[in-house]
């Protein structure tokens, strides 16, 4: 069963748009990450949000944790083509995020 | 050189073979794990070890096994390897910082074809 669905799955822009993916669940986690990960590589960890309701800046990544903690967006502003890549959220049910359950990905392709 | 690294890469298998994925840290955690990526389905967790003398299983375990030789040896076995785990495979570590949440560093992959 999978706990975690990410919208939308794919996803192609011209550099400089905007953009925000969503990470949906019926269920209440303790923290989320947002993970990216590039071809041939594994993911890596952008941020971690544990308050509901709050929101991180990461240069021009925003990200936001919803108030009841069971659901997640990251914002792109004036995408480049270097933030083409598999973006990942995970949600943890321990307070330490050691087992993480992650979503079903969205692929992002920013081109000139 | 990588803190986390897997060998091999690549493998490709038949059916009925076994075959064992290697995850190396030189991190100095005490957290690893397994986890198999599917297109569309993100990462699934097959097991998990918080110390040498700490293996547990995650949510799909069935049909793998694994060894945790040292702190820094992770290795994951498939005893009879079928195509339903074709799958690029991960390794990670982590440990638990004063900060109260993981950070999970994973290894580069390694992508197994059994036919």
């Known amino acids: 069963t999978q706990l975690l669905e990410q919208s939308p799955q794919f996803l192609s822009i011209q550099e400089g748009e905007n953009l925000t993916v969503y990470c949906n669940s019926s269920?209440?986690?303790?923290?989320l990450q947002w993970y990216r990960q590039e071809p041939g590589e594994g993911p890596v960890l952008l941020v971690t949000v544990v308050t509901g309701g709050e929101v991180k800046k990461l240069k021009r990544l925003t990200f936001q944790f919803g108030d009841a903690r069971k659901d997640s967006s990251l914002h792109i502003t004036a995408a480049q083509t270097g933030d083409t890549g598999l973006y990942l959220c995970?949600?943890?049910?321990?307070?330490?995020?050691?087992?993480?359950?992650f979503g079903t990905g969205t692929r992002l392709q920013v081109t000139l | 050189d990588a803190d986390v690294t897997q060998t091999p890469r690549n493998r490709i298998t038949k059916t009925g073979k076994r075959i064992m994925l290697e995850c190396s840290q030189t991190k100095g955690h005490d957290r690893m794990y397994w986890y198999r990526q599917d297109p569309g389905l993100g990462l699934r967790l097959i097991y998990y070890s918080f110390d040498v003398k700490d293996i547990n299983k995650g949510e799909i375990s069935d049909g793998y096994s694994v060894s945790r030789q040292a702190q820094a040896k992770f290795s994951l076995s498939l005893e009879s390897a079928i195509p339903n785990q074709t799958a690029l495979y991960f390794c990670?570590?982590?440990?638990?910082?004063?900060?109260?949440?993981?950070?999970?560093?994973f290894g580069p992959g390694t992508r197994l074809t059994v036919l």
């Open positions: 995970a949600g943890a049910r321990d307070g330490t995020a050691s087992k993480l359950t």
């Open positions: 990670a570590t982590s440990d638990l910082t004063g900060k109260g949440t993981d950070t999970q560093y």
């Open positions: 269920s209440v986690f303790s923290s």
